[in-house]
């Protein structure tokens, strides 16, 4: 059964959720409105300045060569490096200038349709909160480091920009046909684990390869991973695992590309025809892909995350 609601197309007021379609249960905290924003950024102590900072040194000893020119211009653009946790009202101010996105405080992950929403308005929600030094290398919610040092310098390009309020815009559609899965797979192989063309390199402008030590350099240069050119049809059936370095990466020729291949989507035809589950493992290799590496998959086969398999 479908229900008739449809967001405005402009996407000011936040769509309602129509009963029918499932989505995971989180609480919001008490304090919050509907829009789960938290009303002021949290304080960070010296503490917690020093995290950042650990974490930025520690990056940009992996980034240079391997991050993708886009990332590196933008962390400079937004002067993330200039110590401690960036205050969001300053970068909003400076992000806004160059492609109007602002950067608002969120107290964890948040529900889908408000996530899509604050995207399709060019609101990117990063989290309240940063890591500890017992939780340095491995977090399992993304703290303020993930989502401002991995996702917001990416803003500062002006065709991501575009795409990314795009996939928020295309959010609604995939929750009617109840097919968030398979946008959430886009979402994973472009905005958290996307390479690209860089002339004859490939280079990482994904936020959730950008803000770990290791996974940069295995997903530029180790042997194990594949490495395929991105079709959004193929990418959207293809399963994902959120815990560990992934089998497959998916490379864009550019931004345009990405853009381009995402708005020119029938959505409405794609989600008809996907069955609800994926149809592809994430290791495997298909007949129509574009193949750039053919990986060994040593690591994985070797036992992965873990199993003190080196990640070659
Ligand atoms: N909430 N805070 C936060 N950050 C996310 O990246 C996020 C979220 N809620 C939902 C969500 N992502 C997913 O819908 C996307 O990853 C597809
Ligand atoms: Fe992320």
Request: a negative charge.
């Given at each position: ?53 650990e ?16 990332f ?10 200039k ?12 992000l ?17 349709h ?11 929600p990063?989290g ?74 490939v ?24 490495r ?25 020729e ?11 989507r ?22 129509v ?17 873990g ?6």
């Open positions: 059964m479908t229900t008739n609601i449809e967001p405005s197309r402009d996407f000011i007021k936040l769509p309602e959720m129509p009963a029918d379609v499932f989505t995971a249960p989180l609480k919001k905290p008490a304090h919050l409105g509907d829009d789960w924003l938290e009303p002021e950024q949290a304080r960070y102590d010296a503490q917690d300045d020093l995290i950042w900072n974490l930025f040194d520690r990056q940009m000893k992996v980034l240079p060569g391997r991050a993708a020119t886009a590196m211009n933008g962390l400079e653009k937004l002067d993330l490096g110590g401690g946790v960036p205050e969001f009202g300053r970068l909003s101010e400076e806004g200038a160059l492609t109007g996105w602002s950067v608002v405080p969120v107290p964890m992950l948040i529900p889908d408000v996530f899509f929403w604050h995207l399709a308005n060019r609101r990117f990063a309240n909160f940063i890591r500890t030094r017992e939780t340095f290398d491995y977090i399992q919610e993304p703290d303020v480091f993930h989502d401002v040092f991995g996702h917001v310098p990416m803003l500062t390009d002006p065709v991501y920009a575009d795409y990314m309020q795009e996939y928020g815009r295309a959010g609604w559609k995939a929750m009617r046909y109840n097919r968030l899965k398979a946008l959430g797979a886009l979402y994973w192989y472009t905005v958290e684990f996307g390479l690209m063309m860089e002339g004859a390199d280079r990482a402008y994904g936020a959730g390869i950008l803000s770990g030590p290791t996974e940069v350099v295995y997903a530029v240069e180790a042997q194990s991973p594949n395929i050119m991105l079709n959004v049809d193929r990418v959207m059936r293809t399963d994902y695992v959120i815990s560990d370095l992934q089998p497959t990466y998916f490379v864009i550019s931004f345009e590309d990405l853009y381009r291949q995402t708005v020119e029938d959505f409405d035809r794609l989600y008809k025809s996907l069955p609800p589950g994926f149809t592809y493992a994430n290791s495997a290799v298909i007949d892909d574009n193949v750039i590496n053919r990986g060994t998959q040593e690591y994985l086969l070797r036992g992965g995350r199993s003190g398999a080196a990640p070659v």
